[in-house]
């Protein structure tokens, strides 16, 4: 018994090691050294793989289900990219058929049965990856990433990010639209994120804002409500949809210039960050100009900060192009009731504000747990949709200064008197963070 005892456990780790040991790829294209890929693919110092744990086919099934429920699509330069088997998401990895994706951007694909690999390449570079290895080659150096190759549905699945960015190209992810946005790069970007203490007092303010913490919307009537001292300096950071790169959705109807979700929520993003330091505010920006931050960052910027709220400013689009109207999303995580004022209570607020000051249909609020900036913040957040770029006459409307205006005060409306709703609060800010976040 006690022999058995010890061959049973010394078989299953061979059989392990077996499984996860690294298969080396050969026939990359000769070339210089490429730059090293995405985050998750990382060289040890030994030139091997780090310890890995094989997909299990629960893991997969978990990923299609999920992705099924909520569906992921894919684009290549702002055009879709259609395929018979849709990416699927392991891991927190998105996984593309290898052939839908790179053959489109001209791309050489080809997969070798015997070795059960997949090549792929271009003039100037060549990936290689073996189907469940950890290991995967770019002009003949091995890189290792944290989930591996799989056949999904008799297809060779690849890590998108792994196999783009080692071909030179740009990922993004749409939270909203659940899209994978491929694209060449357009330009080097600034640091991820701009961030400053709150301005009080003499401290600049936007055109309409009068000192002392009111402001009058610009063109219209309205004033903000003064914020309750007992917030002063409160930390909020404000997301700007999208950017470099990644558009977000685009009216293709505006004439010969397109105009595009990005821009507008930048416009709106930063008007709100005038209102709130005039406010009192502490503000801090994902993004203050025209470069991309990738999705799984902007939560980790915010975790980061130790901000209070998360507020992230987008706009709109469907395939109808007669619904208009703002919506906002929250998602209330599991220590929402110790909070006093939860994700659901602050998209209330914001909701019928941001509605009140454009004049578009309330489209009401809506639990969104699948997206990334609600589900990973360690403080309430919402996603605000102000209108639809679909709709010519809500495109119309966004561009000009009144909607952007009306969009950025409803906001600041809002959230000032969702806090001030809640300023009596016993513990006053210190009862403003979950303990142990």
């Not at 002392?212 to 300096?233: E, H, I, K, T």
């Not at 004022?341 to 509605?355: H, M, N």
């Not at 009306?406 to 303990?435: C, H, K, Q, T, W």
Request: proline fraction near 7%; charge should be negative.
């Amino acid at each position: 018994m006690r022999t058995k005892a010890v061959l049973f456990p010394l078989l299953f780790l061979l059989l392990c090691f077996a499984w996860t040991a690294p298969v080396r790829a050969a026939g990359a294209e000769a070339g210089t050294d490429a730059d090293a890929p995405a985050a998750e693919a990382v060289l040890t110092e030994t030139g091997t793989a780090p310890a890995a744990v094989p997909v299990s086919a629960e893991e997969i099934a978990e990923g299609i289900a999920f992705c099924e429920a909520f569906p992921v699509g894919l684009v290549l330069d702002g055009l879709p990219v259609e395929s018979d088997v849709p990416p699927v998401i392991v891991r927190e990895r998105t996984l593309i058929p290898a052939r839908a994706l790179f053959e489109r951007m001209g791309a050489s694909v080809s997969w070798d049965e015997a070795m059960r690999r997949v090549t792929v390449s271009t003039t100037g570079a060549g990936i290689v990856l073996a189907i469940d290895a950890f290991e995967y080659e770019i002009n003949g150096n091995i890189y290792s990433t944290d989930v591996p190759p799989l056949i999904i549905g008799e297809r060779t699945m690849i890590p998108v990010r792994v196999a783009a960015e080692s071909l030179g190209l740009r990922v993004n992810w749409d939270e909203l639209a659940r899209t994978v946005a491929v694209a060449s790069p357009a330009r080097e970007e600034p640091p991820a994120f701009a961030s400053e203490p709150a301005q009080t007092g003499e401290a600049a303010a936007p055109g309409g804002v009068s000192r002392g913490g009111q402001a009058a919307r610009g063109g219209a009537s309205g004033v903000l409500p003064p914020l309750s001292p007992a917030f002063a300096g409160f930390s909020v950071v404000i997301d700007a949809g999208h950017g470099g790169i990644d558009s977000g959705a685009v009216g293709e109807e505006n004439g010969p210039a397109p105009l595009f979700e990005k821009d507008i929520n930048l416009d709106v993003s930063l008007r709100i960050e005038a209102y709130l330091r005039a406010a009192g505010f502490s503000v801090h920006m994902i993004r203050s100009g025209d470069y991309a931050v990738d999705i799984y960052e902007r939560p980790g910027i915010a975790n980061g900060l130790g901000a209070k709220l998360y507020i992230s400013i987008h706009n709109n689009s469907s395939e109808k192009p007669n619904v208009s109207g703002t919506s906002t999303y929250y998602y209330n995580k599991e220590w929402a009731a110790s909070y006093p004022l939860d994700s659901e209570t602050l998209a209330t607020y914001v909701q019928k504000a941001v509605s009140a000051q454009t004049g578009l249909p309330d489209l009401g609020i809506h639990d969104g747990p699948a997206y990334i900036v609600l589900n990973r913040t360690a403080m309430p957040a919402i996603i605000v949709e102000g209108a639809f770029l679909s709709n010519a006459s809500d495109r119309a409307l966004m561009a000009t200064d009144a909607y952007r205006e009306a969009y950025a005060f409803g906001v600041a409306a809002g959230l000032i008197d969702a806090l001030n709703e809640r300023a009596s609060a016993p513990s006053g800010l210190d009862n403003m963070m979950p303990i142990g976040l």
